[in-house]
């Protein structure tokens, strides 16, 4: 989150991306992801967070749903469209 900070100061209304939500590469396990702790805190600060992993979308989902700051994507280029920031979380 620091290293975040350091480059966007402000994260509200932020479009923010991200690949990976899973804890394991190339399956839909979300336990313990770091993805988890990482979005709950950009979603504190307000940020508009655009997810993708065409794995463990779904089951991410059930933690976080799409709503106003919250919005997945099935494309992970299109994801990137405006963002100020691409965050990777995979190994």
């Known amino acids: 989150m620091e290293k975040i900070e350091d480059v966007l100061w402000i994260n509200k209304d ?5 690949w990976g939500l899973a804890f394991k590469p190339d399956t839909d396990d979300i336990r313990e992801s770091p993805a988890i702790y990482i979005v709950r805190k950009l979603d504190e600060t ?10 463990a979308m779904n089951n991410f989902k059930l933690s976080f749903p799409e709503e106003v700051n919250i919005k997945y994507f099935k494309n992970k280029y299109e994801s990137l469209k405006d963002s100020d920031a691409l965050l ?3 190994d």
């Open 46 to 55: 307000g940020a508009n967070l655009r997810l993708y992993d065409p794995k």
């Open 88 to 90: 990777i979380v995979t």
């Open 14 to 18: 932020k479009p923010i991306t991200i």
